[in-house]
């Protein structure tokens, strides 16, 4: 039977909850921070843009059943097009853009600061060196190979996500009954994520380790979880549904329950990191050096 190299999360729990712990001076407390500030910064931001979105938005539901009333295939398009020049459409698209923007600037600078801290940990996990120094060096030797890979990685996905949406666009101009399937193909976007997440769990981390090239990479993060698909999405899930409950945390203050909703936000992201360092220990390193890792 082949060795299951990585382990149960409740092997690694007890260390990836400390959250709070790296071994440089005051390094933990900063990033916490700044990724806190983010985090609640950038959704009080948008806040007032998602108000504009949901009104521009119930609009449009409210329009489009009369724009696709007309069985008339030239003059349902002419209709459409039509509806896409108008005042409320323009107006939704344009809010759209900007929330798009405020939260893609968000999560590019909390992936770079999460990014630094899983570099940390993984200096702390290996050597008895750790300083801000040490977490830096290795930051920014990896971090352009990071950043190209990442580039790649979400415009790839974004194109085949526009071309999914546009097929399925015209299968419901051509069709409307294909409407009760484009329904259940939106119901499994958050599976496929989630499998996408699976896959490249080691995407990040192997530049931080290794002098892997940004091709390479691809291939080189797909064989780590290969045959562990299993384990890691048991083990991420448990950070998933955290997430769930975090985000159903409402009070009668919005502003209020943002900060709470920011702040166990930034907990479980910089927890996820750990586990992903600690899972790719166990993966990729002897197994006396992953016990000698765990007693330390």
Request: glycine fraction near 4%; charge should be positive; avoid cysteine.
């Amino acid at each position: 039977m082949r060795p299951r190299k990585i382990k149960h999360y409740t092997y690694y729990f007890r260390r990836m909850m400390k959250f709070y712990d790296l071994k440089a001076n005051a390094v933990p407390q900063v990033l916490f921070v700044l990724l806190l500030a983010i985090s609640f910064g950038f959704r009080v931001l948008v806040q007032p843009l998602m108000m504009d979105y949901f009104i521009y938005s119930q609009q449009i539901y409210n329009t489009l059943p009369d724009v696709l009333a007309t069985e008339n295939l030239s003059t349902q398009l002419h209709t459409m097009i039509e509806f896409q020049n108008s005042e409320v459409f323009l107006s939704f698209i344009t809010i759209l853009l900007k929330i798009v923007g405020i939260l893609t600037l968000q999560k590019i600078l909390m992936a770079l600061l999460l990014f630094f801290y899983l570099g940390g940990y993984l200096v702390d996990l290996e050597g008895p060196s750790s300083s801000f120094a040490v977490y830096a060096n290795k930051f920014f030797k990896a971090l352009p190979r990071y950043l190209l890979f990442n580039i790649i990685f979400y415009v790839a996905l974004l194109i085949i996500v526009l071309i999914v949406v546009f097929i399925m666009s015209f299968a419901m101009l051509v069709f409307p009954m294909f409407a009760f399937a484009s329904s259940f193909i939106v119901a499994l976007i958050p599976l496929a994520w989630f499998i996408i997440q699976v896959v490249f769990i080691f995407k990040d981390i192997t530049f931080l380790d290794t002098g892997v090239s940004v091709w390479r990479n691809f291939k080189t993060s797909i064989q780590l979880s290969k045959g562990y698909g299993f384990f890691i999405g048991r083990n991420i899930i448990f950070i998933y549904f955290l997430s769930l409950l975090i985000n159903m945390f409402t009070i009668e203050s919005q502003l209020v329950s943002m900060f709470i909703i920011s702040f166990f936000e930034v907990i479980i992201l910089q927890i996820r990191q750990r586990l992903v360092a600690l899972m790719y220990i166990s993966r990729t390193r002897k197994p006396k050096e992953d016990i000698e890792l765990n007693k330390a």
